[in-house]
């Protein structure tokens, strides 16, 4: 039985690290991309969001995630983005949470 729930114990820490290791990637973004990025938000239009947007806060439920274009790269798939201060940010659509601004 304390084999059992040792193994059980060490199961669980196996799987929180790797869920940790996870959502510590981040995304590289070459420097050309970042130009292409900022100049899509503009050439767009894209309206800024009001409210303060930091890496690791959570955005609101009430500000629209956009969708980011395939052009960007293939990493695009995973995030939405929001527009703030002259800035792009990465969203993690399902918890909201920023993870990177392109400045």
């Known amino acids: 039985m304390k084999r059992t729930i040792m193994a059980g114990a060490a199961a669980m ?7 940790a290791l996870a959502q510590s990637v ?11 990025i900022k100049e899509y938000v503009v050439k767009e239009r894209v309206a800024p969001v009001r409210e303060r947007i930091t890496v690791g806060a959570t955005v609101p439920a009430d500000v629209e ?7 960007w790269g293939p990493w695009g798939t995973r995030y939405r983005y929001v527009y703030s201060d002259s800035n792009v940010y990465l ?3 399902s918890s909201r949470k920023v993870v990177r601004v392109i400045d």
């Open 13 to 19: 820490a196996v799987l929180f690290a790797g869920q």
């Open 65 to 71: 995630l956009r969708t980011v274009p395939s052009d």
């Open 26 to 36: 981040e995304v590289e973004i070459a420097p050309d991309q970042r130009t292409r």
């Open 91 to 93: 969203v993690e659509p």
